[in-house]
């Protein structure tokens, strides 16, 4: 079975899957169960060291309680998530090569997989998807195996089943005034609405990302989740990465893009290519994570990238509350800022949420 997931506009964390059984659609309830902002604190004394006395949470300008203080240095920290997406679409002439970037896919192993769940007793937890065309595939849900772990890896350019399991496939749509490429147009100047050297073959990328935004976003649970995407942030539509961006805002979840097949490959000789790249990167200042660069990714730099980002994960701090149900929802704006020590700065820490 293909679940249609609807993208929409202006929504909010924690929004909850509502399964239609009559069209098999997506919806989500706009009420959030659990809303939490994460930050980096950087300083040469305070660095893992911050208390929550030390943090005051600004809601709409105002200062408001919040209940969940996860640090970096405290025992029972938050179990983290890291949600791989990658670009599985095919070739597009030579600017994309996915054979040639995912060079991992063949040399991947359970060892590198235990490697990357090994946190020294912290609950890291890694699930993997791939798109293709309109779809987001999930090769597996979060998991601690590493056995899972490394087929679903070894997966990522595997041919795309026939017959899905129930509940792996999602047919995606476009977000609010996006469109499909129009391959017949000339380039006007237009970075938004002109269409891509080979969109013809470039997939949704960047819809698989908003599309698992809104699923990492729906449990409403004590799970810190961060997005990392593999591709070159160009699809075959109009939807822009500052799009992916601003969901991601909403719904608090940092991105971490590792932009692949560019050093090389895209030149001035394909300027806007060149320009969307830039602007899928800035996705990693835009949401409190990091941006990467490669030509190709193999097995030990694959290992290197995931690893990094984890440390960066757990390094984080979190501030969360349950707000009250009962109150009308409407959207709010939510800025950690820290009271103490003066020389500490703050990395991320400002969301949107709708409660």
């Known amino acids: 079975m293909t679940t249609r997931l609807v993208v929409l506009s202006g929504v909010a964390t924690g929004f909850a899957f509502a399964q239609a059984a009559a069209d098999d659609v997506v919806r989500f309830q706009t009420q959030s169960r659990l809303v939490m902002v994460s930050f980096h604190a950087s300083s040469d004394h305070s660095a893992g060291r911050l208390k929550q006395s030390d943090v005051v949470l600004m809601e709409d300008g105002r200062a408001r309680q919040f209940s969940i203080f996860d640090a970096p240095s405290g025992v029972n920290r938050m179990p983290v998530e890291l949600v791989l997406l990658f670009d599985a679409n095919p070739p597009a002439g030579h600017l994309w090569d996915p054979v040639g970037v995912y060079q991992f896919v063949s040399q991947w192993s359970e060892s590198m997989s235990a490697a990357v769940l090994q946190s020294g007793g912290k609950d890291v937890r890694v699930s993997v998807y791939r798109c293709s065309g309109q779809k987001l595939y999930r090769s597996t849900p979060a998991t601690l195996d590493a056995v899972i772990l490394t087929k679903a890896l070894r997966g990522v350019l595997a041919p795309l089943p026939s017959k899905p399991e129930p509940g792996t496939v999602t047919e995606l749509t476009l977000p609010p ?179």
């Open 177 to 355: 005034k996006r469109d499909e490429v129009d391959l017949n147009s000339r380039y006007t100047g237009d970075y938004v609405t002109s269409n891509f050297f080979k969109a013809e073959n470039r997939g949704w990328t960047l819809e698989a990302a908003i599309g698992l935004l809104n699923a990492m976003a729906a449990p409403g649970d004590r799970v810190s989740r961060v997005l990392v995407v593999f591709g070159e942030g160009i699809g075959a539509t109009t939807t822009i990465p500052e799009d992916v961006g601003e969901y991601a805002l909403d719904f608090g979840i940092p991105i971490y893009p590792v932009a692949t097949n560019y050093k090389g490959r895209i030149s001035r000789h394909f300027p806007r290519n060149q320009f969307r790249m830039r602007q899928f990167e800035a996705l990693g200042d835009m949401t409190g994570g990091r941006a990467a660069e490669y030509k190709m990714i193999d097995a030990a730099r694959l290992q290197s990238i995931l690893e990094e980002i984890k440390q960066h994960v757990l390094e984080q701090y979190v501030v969360g509350f349950a707000p009250d149900t009962n109150a009308a929802p409407i959207q709010h704006h939510l800025e950690v800022r820290l009271v103490r020590p003066a020389s500490a700065t703050i990395q991320g820490g400002k969301r949107r949420a709708v409660y």
